[in-house]
Nanobody
């Protein structure tokens, strides 16, 4: 079992930047593939970015490519989401998620952190 705690959300103007952090506790962090999801009011929760255990492979939603960067520090049990050139449509609750498998759903979730981008 792993526990995930996100931080770094807040209110920012369009064009600004934020960095989200997710600290994991429990089993060895390097055993987990990690991801960031987001959910806007009235919408489904969608994948934003994902990173493999070793950090050697990442993927991004088309809507954030070139603006967001996912990274991890296995020594600090932390995964990050650097968000640049933020847009009002990026406003959502951002969730950190973890899984030990390559395929399938993410069984472990954080509580979420609110990101609000004003125009």
């Amino acid at each position: 079992q792993v526990q995930l705690v996100e931080s770094g959300g807040g209110l920012v103007q369009a064009g600004g930047s934020l960095r989200l952090s997710c600290v994991a506790s429990g089993r060895t962090f390097s055993s987990y593939n990690m991801a960031w999801f987001r959910q806007a009011p009235g919408k489904e929760r969608n994948l934003v970015a994902a990173i493999r255990r070793s950090g050697d492979s990442t993927l991004y939603a088309d809507s954030v490519k070139g603006r967001f960067t996912i990274s991890r520090d296995n020594a600090k049990n932390t995964v990050y989401l650097q968000m640049n050139s933020l847009k009002p449509e990026d406003t959502a609750v951002y969730y950190c998620a973890a899984k030990t498998t390559t395929l399938g759903p993410y069984p472990y979730w954080g509580q979420g952190t609110q990101v609000t981008v004003s125009s």
